[in-house]
């Protein structure tokens, strides 16, 4: 038996549930596309932009800070080994 078969024995109210289970996933799928394209967050509130001031600037610039090297520790004056 073909799935044509098996769908002509369904009762027509079941086969009009199904279409309408199916169009309504349709159409939670194209409103989840849209609120993803709209730039709003789970909350329905806009996102904002990033904020962060050094490390975007250095990351959009290409370039970032070297790493510092530490400073030797010096001895005290008054303390030294003998």
């Known amino acids: 038996m073909g799935a044509q ?3 002509s ?6 086969q009009a549930l199904e279409k309408r289970a ?3 996933e ?6 989840e596309d849209e609120v993803a394209r709209s730039g ?4 329905l509130q806009p996102v904002p932009e990033p904020t962060c001031a050094i ?4 990351a959009k ?3 970032g800070k070297k790493a510092a090297q530490p400073e030797p ?3 005290p004056r008054g303390m030294r080994a003998k």
């Open 5 to 7: 078969a098996a769908e």
């Open 9 to 14: 024995r369904r009762d027509p109210e079941e």
């Open 22 to 24: 199916r169009d309504l």
């Open 26 to 31: 349709k159409k939670k799928k194209q409103l």
């Open 40 to 43: 709003l967050g789970a909350d």
């Open 55 to 58: 490390e975007c600037a250095a």
């Open 61 to 63: 610039s290409g370039r």
């Open 73 to 75: 520790v010096k001895e």
